[in-house]
Nanobody
Framework: QVQLVESGGGLVQAGGSLGLSCAAS????????MGWHRQAPGKQRELVAT???????NYANSVKGRFAISRDYAKNTIYLEMNSLKPEDTAVYYC??????????????WGQGTQVTVSS
C-alpha cells in the first residue's frame, strides 16, 4: 500500500508565495511521474505540474513562470513552489503519483488534497 502525505498550502494574499510538498511512502520500487493537480469549486480537476523519473517537467500554461516543481528521488518527495499567486490559483491541490511499481504491481495514487486560498 502506498501512502501520500501532503503538506503546505493555506491562505495567502495575491502576489504572495506558498509551498507544497508530497511524500510517497510504502514498499515502492520506482515511480515514473509525480505531480500536482488542482480543482477549483465548480471546475474540473486540472494538471498543474508534473515531473518524471528523468527530471522532465510539464506545467499548465497558467502557472508557467510562476510555479516550480522539484523532486527528491531518494525520499520519493516532490515540492511545488508557488510564486506570484493569483486569486484564480485558489483550489484544492492534489498530489498524484503515476507508474508506481510495488510488490502488487504498477498503479497510480492520489493524495487527499490540500487547500490553497489566494485572497485579492
Amino acid at each position: 500500500q502506498v501512502q501520500l502525505v501532503e503538506s503546505g498550502g493555506g491562505l495567502v494574499q495575491a502576489g504572495g508565495s506558498l509551498g507544497l510538498s508530497c511524500a510517497a511512502s510504502g514498499t515502492i520500487f520506482s515511480i515514473y511521474a509525480m505531480g500536482w493537480h488542482r480543482q477549483a469549486p465548480g471546475k474540473q480537476r486540472e494538471l498543474v505540474a508534473t515531473i518524471t523519473s528523468t527530471g522532465m517537467t510539464n506545467y499548465a500554461n497558467s502557472v508557467k513562470g510562476r510555479f516550480a516543481i522539484s523532486r527528491d528521488y531518494a525520499k520519493n518527495t516532490i515540492y511545488l513552489e508557488m510564486n506570484s499567486l493569483k486569486p484564480e490559483d485558489t483550489a484544492v491541490y492534489y498530489c498524484n503519483v503515476d507508474g508506481v511499481n510495488t510488490p502488487s504491481g504498477r498503479n497510480a495514487y492520489w493524495g487527499q488534497g490540500t487547500q490553497v486560498t489566494v485572497s485579492s
